[in-house]
């Protein structure tokens, strides 16, 4: 099952050999900086506001079949802080 966000909603999209990737905020902007700041609210150079809690973190994380799948996930928005990450398997 693949979760992105959408206008603030969780929404579900079945999908199979889904995993976990975290990524950190700092290398992001580095390496994607405008992209990062079209889709997420930059707070400095370390930190960005999750799209669904609007708390600052250090790290993003999504689900893909693979890395290169994770970071465009995470570089179009799709990206949540390790709380809301939590919260959302969990509530599967």
């Given at each position: 099952?693949?979760?992105?966000?959408?206008?603030?909603?969780?929404?579900?999209?079945?999908?199979?050999?889904?995993?976990?990737?975290?990524f950190n905020v700092t290398?992001?902007?580095?390496?994607?900086?405008?992209?990062?700041?079209?889709?997420?609210?930059?707070?400095?150079?370390?930190?960005?506001?999750c799209p669904s809690c609007n708390w600052e973190t250090?790290?993003?994380?999504?689900?893909?079949?693979?890395?290169?799948?994770?970071?465009?996930?995470?570089?179009?928005?799709?990206?949540?802080?390790?709380?809301?990450?939590?919260?959302?398997?969990?509530?599967?």
């Open positions: 099952m693949l979760l992105c966000i959408i206008d603030g909603d969780i929404m579900e999209k079945k999908e199979k050999n889904l995993k976990p990737f975290t290398e992001l902007l580095k390496k994607y900086k405008k992209r990062m700041e079209k889709n997420y609210d930059v707070s400095n150079s370390e930190e960005v506001k250090t790290t993003l994380t999504t689900q893909a079949k693979n890395e290169k799948e994770a970071l465009e996930r995470v570089l179009n928005g799709e990206g949540l802080c390790d709380e809301c990450f939590v919260e959302m398997i969990s509530d599967m």
